[in-house]
Nanobody, 121 residues
Framework: VQLQASGGGLVQAGDSLTLSCKAS????????MGWFRQAPGKEREFLAS????????YVADSVKGRFTISRDNAKNMAYLQMNNLKPEDTGVYYC???????????????WGRGTLVTVSS
């Protein structure tokens, strides 16, 4: 399974941005989707995860109320809608897929290369 995240860029604080993740190759194994980010000098941080049916959704407290995860299984796409962005949201954003939704990075089998989001104050 190959994952390609896109949609990052430079935005101002308070702006919104939607990241996309396209899955290809062996997508039958793409059940759970997750988004993580890594800020400079920090560890990778869980943001949100979503089951295949959408029935199980988890969002980190740090972004709850501002970030929303969704997916379109027919298009093999996952999305991360980010509102009211803050400078501390700056980082490389990664999408990941696996068999189960989890906040743990090692629960995911496949990772995209990441897309950079920079939020200026």
């Amino acid at each position: 399974v190959q994952l390609q995240a896109s949609g990052g860029g430079l935005v101002q604080a308070g702006d919104s941005l939607t990241l996309s993740c396209k899955a290809s190759g062996g997508t039958g194994r793409v059940i759970a989707m997750g988004w993580f980010r890594q800020a400079p000098g920090k560890e990778r941080e869980f943001l949100a995860s979503l089951s295949y049916s959408g029935g199980a959704t988890y969002v980190a407290d740090s972004v709850k109320g501002r970030f929303t995860i969704s997916r379109d299984n027919a298009k093999n796409m996952a999305y991360l809608q980010m509102n009211n962005l803050k400078p501390e949201d700056t980082g490389v954003y990664y999408c990941a897929s696996g068999r189960l939704t989890s906040y743990l990075a090692n629960a995911y089998d496949f990772w995209g290369r990441g897309t950079l989001v920079t939020v200026s104050s």
